[in-house]
């Protein structure tokens, strides 16, 4: 890491005033993802709070310039226009969703302005794969599912796999094609059953019980389930209304989604399975990182929050390691975060990026008992 005398100037300022670097923050914040995007905007602002009080920048802070998208793709895409166009930020931390990231994709490149989404994990391609300016922290479905069958498989014993998506969302069908994928090179694995619902982020969830019946009838001893947040939680109760007991592998299961489908139907989410990024007690770090928000907010984080906070924390990494705070040099030195530099001390432990710009590190796969997750074995 760069000493911090080659930190300070990095942005001119007034004379007498403090030394800053805008950062351009895209999360929604209002509309039907306003929740969320209050945990994720929470994230970003505990970690700029704990960056400005280190030595890390050498005196320099970074000074977040939020911008809401409003939970949709266009929102998304005029959010970055102004920051890009007015905010003169150096690099902007956002969008959540991959349908959102895929769209401002080419904005970023184009502008040659960093984005780095805390949230996106379908596929690199069309998103990270091609340019130079997109990083994503958390696992793509292409480090995610992998591990997360060989781990099921083994503890589950599974045979008769059915699986059910979204086909709405950029995440959820990039999701659903791994898992059959990965289920393909089992050969003793039947995918006995695909279904699929069309549900856009601001409609409400259909009905399920034709996909749901079909699963049922199906024979499966596991369901694979790729969906956002509020199809995750309906697959999830309606699931169990209609006496499908074996157990739900959900792609990136959170615990805001076991609460909420806890409230819907009580005991909903027994032995679900999560194959996701990050849990409260995942690693030492995590623990910390959990104390510290439940102290500052007084309730617990979600995992869209220890995301946003995890990402705030590497691009701050990042810019440490830069000679400027140009976003030129900001994504050089987020592509020298390898394998041979990777980031210790993360909430997700040993962090780095892979050639497309995507973090590695390792995934967890829990089960729920008791509205917990517990370690699958």
Known sequence: MVAAAAV?????????????????????????SEGLGGNLKKGVELAVEEINASALLGGTDLRPVFEDTEGTPDGAERAFRKLIDEGAVSAIIGPWSSTSTKRTAPLANESKVVAISPTSVASPSGI????????????????????GIRKTKAALKYSKAATIVNIDDTFSVSSNDKVLEELAKYLDVEVVEKQSFSRAKNESLPDLAKQLRAIRDSGADVVFVSALSPGRQGVIVKAREM????????????????????????????????????VDDSTPQSVDFVGKYKAKYEEDPDAYSARSYASTQI???????????????????????????????????????????????SSVVRIVRGGKFEALE
């Open 8 to 32: 300070l100037g990095l942005v001119s300022c007034d004379e007498g005033s403090d030394e800053e670097i805008a950062v351009g923050v895209a999360f929604p914040l209002t509309g039907v």
């Open 128 to 147: 990270t794969a091609p340019g130079d300016f997109i990083f994503r922290t958390s696992l793509t479905v292409d480090k995610l599912v992998p591990e």
């Open 243 to 278: 006496g499908i007991t074996v157990p739900l592998i959900v792609i990136v299961l959170t615990g805001t989604d076991v609460a909420e489908a806890e409230k819907e139907l009580e005991g909903s989410t027994e032995g679900a399975v999560t194959v996701t990024n990050w």
């Open 315 to 361: 691009l701050a990494a990042a810019i440490a390691r830069a000679s400027t705070a140009s976003p030129e040099d900001i994504r050089a030195a987020l592509q020298m975060i390898g394998p041979e530099s990777a980031l210790d001390d993360t909430i997700f432990g040993k962090f780095y990026f892979d050639e497309s710009g995507d973090g590695v590190y």
